[in-house]
């Protein structure tokens, strides 16, 4: 009975058995599949150790190749955080830098930048951070003496960096610059030259461009003319011509013509034009020039009619070159020399001189011409022949902008009748010469006379009525004096009032000023009155007009008459000194005088005098004119009148009273001024005019007439 729970625990212990090995079977297997599962997981683990460790050697060269290249590239590259603090620097930019790399590491851009750059690049960071996009600027920055210009790319790396790469971009900057300066002159040639250039579209014909020249041409605006089509302002007659001009083009051939375009107001004008093909934003474009030759037509015109003329003269004209090979002879040389018009151009001018000319020709001729650029006078040609022609002839030599003789011309007249005529009139013109010398000199007598005649009237006539209103005035600024010293102690009287209204307007007007200063006036004005009538009287004594008859006269006042009209030469001048006149008066008595002549021959004489002062004087000497006078014998009285000038020589003082000689310089003297005072002072006063001189010594005029004379007619 024991034996039983001995058996069933034997069973229980088999069946036991038989679940433990079923089990360490089962957790065999599953053991084994796990042992697989984690053998291919550590293999799987292994590949990928392998694989990172692969990645990490493939990584590492990647960085180290990335570094070399960081190190390695020109440009500026730098990695800055989002206060644009330098955290990176490339080494290679470092030369491209303003400042050592390690003085700007750690730094702000505000502690090494301008603040409107670091505005600038801060502003550009905050963005890309804020953005997660690429953005690019341009800047400048002063690297050593230059400005270096940069374009920078600037892109984000983290949250909080960015990479700054900068190139330097001056050569650029320096291109583009000569671009547009390029572009400015090929604009400026465009806007100043002279000709018409247009450009306009083949396809289309629409006008892309027109200079100013182009438009001023045709009258119109440049906003104007781009609206038009070239059948608006080409002349419907050179319509035709204007479609051979688009095919031409297109074929790519250039076009040239001439043509008549139409101005804004309708006139027509002639022009002269150029097309080719220009590809402009690429399309086929025609580029124009036209010129105005409306001048030149006219000058071929003129041209033409000169030339009709020229053949129609009587005259030899011909033209030749630089040589002396001519090239033109009109139809009257032909005939003259006997030249065939097939041979104008085949023969040397020399070859047409007379022999004995020929030696004038060379030696002072053809010097002359090519000397000065022209030579006239007679000379004598030689026909094929053998005729001898006598001719006056002018030979011009024609130069260019840079003075050099590009042709010559000549014109010659044959003057074989003249020669007969002026033979026969050679007598006559000699028996006539002293009869005309004679006219002349009474001509210029009476013409003077004339002037001078008219100059007393105008200068009597401009003394009388100055003389009035100054007479008026000075006689008026007593009573003005009176008034206002009258107004002053009136004012006076306020003033010691000590009226408050009196002394603000009084500081207004600077009342104590006033009352100086209106005295002086008035002083001023008595002075310039009484200077006036001084001249009044001085033109008055002077112009003598009431006394065309003999009259007894203050010599001395008639020579302070005519200083004082002469007063205006006397005074200093620029690079010129003051006149200065000594008059060594004696005590003369009243004279019997035309006065009127004799202050004719006073101003010559001291019109003559200043002239010659100012052309120098002797020694360096302060340029002065002595006026003298003296009583002789108790019956005649001298004046005499003396420059310390540079004289003149003996040859000039025999001829100085001769009518129509001077020493002045052409349209400056008539020469009759001292012949006319010698016929004054010897034919109408009865007495004597003598001039005194030796070069360098100055000269002396003296005259003597008589106190008391018979009158003369």
């Known amino acids: 009975m024991n034996n039983i729970p001995i058996q069933q625990e034997i069973i229980l212990l088999r069946q036991q058995n038989a679940d433990l090995q079923q089990q360490l079977a089962q957790f065999t297997s599953e053991s084994n599949t796990r042992i697989a599962q984690l053998e291919k997981e550590l293999q799987d683990t292994q590949q990928l150790l392998q694989n990172y460790q692969q990645a990490e050697i493939e990584l590492k060269a990647e960085q180290a190749e990335l570094l070399a290249l960081f190190n390695a590239i020109q440009d ?59 953005t690019k600027i341009e800047y400048s920055l002063p690297i050593g003496d230059q400005e270096i210009w940069f374009e920078a790319n600037i ?52 006008l892309v461009a027109a200079n100013p020249a182009l438009c001023k041409m045709h009258g119109y605006t440049p906003a104007e003319f781009i609206q038009l089509s070239p059948f608006d302002y080409i002349h419907s007659d050179y319509f035709h011509l204007f479609e051979e001009f688009i095919r031409t083009i297109n074929m790519g051939l250039e076009f040239h013509a001439q043509a008549v375009d139409i101005r804004k107001d309708g006139t027509c004008f002639d022009i002269e034009v150029t097309g080719k093909l220009l590809n402009y934003n690429g ?148 028996d006539l010469a002293q009869t005309l010398q004679e006219l002349q000199r009474t001509q210029a007598q009476m013409i003077q006379a004339e002037k001078m005649s008219s100059l007393g009237q105008l200068v009597a006539g ?14 008026n600024l007593t009573h003005l004096e009176e008034h206002t010293e009258d107004l002053l102690q009136v004012i006076n009287l306020y003033q010691a009032m000590n009226l408050p209204e009196f002394e603000t307007l009084s500081e207004e007007i600077d009342l104590d000023y006033i009352q100086q200063d209106l005295p002086k006036i008035l002083q001023s004005m008595k002075i310039g009155t009484q200077r006036i009538r001084q001249i009044v009287l001085s033109l008055r004594n002077f112009s003598r007009m009431d006394e065309a008859e003999f009259k007894d006269v203050d010599i001395h006042e008639g020579i302070d008459s005519t200083l004082m009209i002469l007063q205006h030469r006397l005074k200093e001048k620029p690079q010129f000194p003051e006149i200065q006149v000594i008059r060594d008066y004696a005590s003369l008595p009243l004279v019997e005088c035309y006065a009127g002549q004799l202050n004719q021959v006073l101003m010559n004489i001291l019109t003559n005098a200043i002239d010659a002062l100012e052309m120098g004087t002797r020694k360096d000497e302060p340029p002065t004119i002595t006026v003298r006078t003296a009583v002789i014998d108790s019956d005649w009285i001298t004046i005499a009148i003396a420059d310390n000038g540079m004289g003149m020589s003996e040859q000039i003082q025999k001829q100085i009273f001769n009518p129509f000689f001077t020493t002045k310089p052409v349209g400056k003297g008539t020469g009759m001024g001292m012949s006319i005072s010698y016929q004054i002072i010897t034919e109408k006063h009865a007495g004597k005019l003598e001039c005194y001189s030796q070069p360098g010594q100055g000269t002396e005029f003296v005259i003597t007439i008589p106190i008391c004379q018979p009158i003369i007619d």
């Open 462 to 475: 401009v003394a009388h009525e100055i003389n009035n209103p100054v007479n008026f005035i000075h006689g």
């Open 283 to 430: 399309k086929p474009h025609t580029l124009s020039v036209v010129r105005d030759i409306s001048q030149r037509k006219q000058a071929e015109k003129e041209q033409r009619r000169l030339t009709t003329i020229l053949e129609a003269t009587t005259d030899i004209i011909g033209i030749a070159d630089v040589n002396g090979n001519n090239r033109y002879l009109n139809q009257a040389g032909q005939k003259m020399l006997g030249i065939p018009a097939s041979e104008t151009d085949k023969f040397h001018i020399s070859e047409f001189v007379e022999p004995s000319m020929l030696d004038k020709f060379q030696k002072e001729s053809l010097p002359t011409l090519l000397e000065k650029g022209i030579w006239s006078g007679e000379s004598k040609l030689l026909s094929r022949s053998g005729e001898e022609v006598p001719v006056s002839q002018v030979m011009i030599a024609h130069k260019n902008e840079q003075g050099e003789i590009e042709f010559l011309s000549t014109i010659a007249r044959d003057i074989r009748d003249r020669l007969q005529i002026e033979a026969q009139l050679r007598q006559q013109a000699e």
């Open 155 to 206: 892109a984000p790396m983290t949250n909080n960096t960015v990479v700054w790469v900068a190139r330097d971009i001056s050569d650029r900057k320096a291109t583009e610059a000569a671009l547009r300066e390029q572009e400015a002159q090929y604009r400026n040639i465009f806007e100043a030259v002279s000709d018409g250039i247009s450009l306009m579209e083949l396809e289309t014909g629409k």
């Open 76 to 134: 500026v590259i730098i990695v800055v955080d989002a206060e644009c603090r330098y955290l990176k620097i490339a080494p290679s930019c470092a030369p491209l830098l303003y400042k050592p790399p390690t003085e700007i590491i750690g730094k702000t851009a505000y502690e090494v930048l301008p603040t409107h750059l670091a505005d600038l690049f801060v502003g550009c960071i905050q963005q890309v951070l804020k953005t997660k996009k690429n």
